[in-house]
């Protein structure tokens, strides 16, 4: 008899190629709770990462595993040509947190979907294909999100049917202005939107911006450039469109919604969110101003967007987060948690930069001694972490060289301390590492078979 092949061999052999797998020896997660998850050895693991994936609360929140076991109990069915009371209460819910006056929603099962969605309202309102987005951006995987995705590594196609402006500005660290300070970088790059539109044939449906880039390395331009956007876009009546899906909900800390650091900006035309707000649940949407949703003029449906299962774990979840607090959760602990990575990284050669808002951390590596990026110092990171029993992600426009920590809201401080110790040896042991080659000249090696494809999610 032949042996059974194992989960990866059988992943790779059914799965698409570009399906990228964290680790060298890649994780099957079996169960979580809390702030932990377990794998199918049984090892336990602090997971640092799994709030930006879906966990946006906590693994296993017994209020949303109630909540999903009732509804799905009670019925299964889904459409959106019936009456949904858990679809029109997490409606309201998510209007009124919006921001945006005369506010709707429509919910989808991702936030690709949800940012295509955004796309036919802005291009249909404003009667246009061209699209203003940023560079390195990241806004999901369908053939119109692609088309609007600034980071190369996560871009198949040049096919887009939508003209698409890459805007400076969502990278801070680095780039042709990298060495301005706050009121000279806002001025460079309201000066390079301005000119850009200056040559635009017709007008331009919207600006698409995610107000921290999450697959591009946890970076932010500084607060109030969006504001500064505005007012340019304002004068040609072009739409802006928060992509909060990484940023939503509470995660910087000082604000529920990114798009708050720029205050002055006012809310967006419309918003986009997914991931953790459904705790694991396919739930993705937009918020939009009443006369914006409503520019459709034919007929629509979703069979799974608001589905009542989905819905109800929504509330819950949501719920759960206003009532406990956890966006002031996320700024107490987060600032506990950057400060500790700060100090463990000082002196280290191969950190950079050690950046983040709320629980929402970047960590950047290096060569040691240069500004080059390094991936396979993330990539060994990544592994040794994992070793010492903590789940981090990685991501940045240079192949994968930031760590990216964004731990389920109701991080303990403890657990804070113990995650930046493990971190921390992770780090010195890169370092080493990294150090000695460039101290010997030698080249790089990663530990795993990373590909830029793997830097994110
Ligand atoms: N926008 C942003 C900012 C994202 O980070 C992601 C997912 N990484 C998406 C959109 C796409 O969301 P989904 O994977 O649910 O389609």
């Known amino acids: 008899m ?20 964290y680790y060298e020896r890649p994780l099957e ?19 640092f990462f799994g709030g930006i994936l879906t966990t946006m609360t906590a693994h296993a929140l017994p209020e949303v595993t109630k909540a999903v076991s009732e509804q799905a109990g009670r019925i299964l069915h889904t459409s959106t040509l019936y009456l949904d009371r858990p679809m029109v209460e997490l409606a309201e819910r998510i209007a009124g947190l919006s921001g945006i006056p005369d506010a709707r929603v429509f919910f989808t099962t991702s936030g690709t979907e949800a940012n295509d969605t955004a796309l036919l309202l802005a291009t249909t ?19 119109s999100a692609v088309g609007i995705t600034g980071n190369r590594a996560w871009s198949p196609t040049s096919l887009s049917p939508l003209q698409t402006l890459y805007v400076h500005g969502g990278v801070r660290t680095r780039g042709p202005y990298a060495h301005l300070d706050d009121a000279e970088f806002t001025a ?19 600006l698409i911006a995610e107000p921290v880039q999450g697959v591009g390395g946890f970076t932010a331009p500084p607060d109030g450039l969006y504001a500064a956007f505005r007012e340019v876009l304002q004068q040609h009546g072009i739409l802006w469109i928060s992509d909060e899906v990484q940023t939503g909900w509470g995660r910087t800390g000082d604000h529920f919604w990114g798009w708050q650091a ?10 986009t969110f997914a991931k953790g707000i459904g705790n694991g649940m396919s739930i993705g949407g937009v918020v939009a101003r009443a006369d914006i949703m409503n520019c459709l003029d034919a007929n629509s449906i979703s069979t799974f967007g608001g589905s009542p299962v989905t819905m109800a774990a929504g509330n819950a979840n949501l719920i759960h987060l206003l009532e406990h607090d956890l966006q002031g959760n996320a700024r107490r602990v987060g600032g506990l948690l950057l400060e500790r990575l700060r100090s463990a990284c000082a002196g280290l050669g191969v950190v950079r930069e050690v950046r983040g808002r709320g629980l929402m951390i970047g960590v950047e590596l290096v060569r040691p001694g240069t500004d ?26 240079h192949l994968g060289s930031v760590l990216r920590i964004a731990p389920p809201l109701s991080l303990t401080v ?3 301390e113990e995650g930046a110790d493990i971190l921390a040896r992770a780090l010195r042991t890169a370092d080493g590492a990294f150090n000695g080659q460039a101290a010997a000249g030698t080249s790089q090696t990663g530990t795993s078979q990373d590909t830029e494809g793997s830097a994110g999610q």
Not at 2 to 21: F, G, I, M, Q, Y
Not at 129 to 140: D, K, P, V
Not at 377 to 387: D, F, I, K, P, Q
């Open 188 to 206: 460079a790059c309201v000066a390079d939107l301005e000119d850009m539109l200056g040559q635009t044939r017709g007008g331009v449906a919207a």
């Open 2 to 21: 032949t042996e059974p092949r194992d989960l990866h061999e059988r992943h790779r052999a059914v799965l698409p190629d570009w399906l990228s797998l």
């Open 414 to 416: 403890a657990e804070a």
């Open 372 to 397: 080059e990026p390094s991936p396979e110092a993330a990539s060994l990171v990544l592994e040794a972490a994992r070793e010492g029993g903590l789940l981090i992600g990685k991501g940045g426009s």
């Open 29 to 47: 997660l079996t169960h979580g709770e809390g702030r932990h998850v377990w794998d199918a050895d049984g090892r336990r693991y602090l997971d």
């Open 262 to 271: 720029h205050g002055a900006a006012g809310p967006p035309d419309m918003l």
């Open 125 to 143: 309102y404003r009667q246009s294909n061209q699209i203003l987005a940023m560079r390195n951006s990241y806004h999901g995987r369908s053939f």
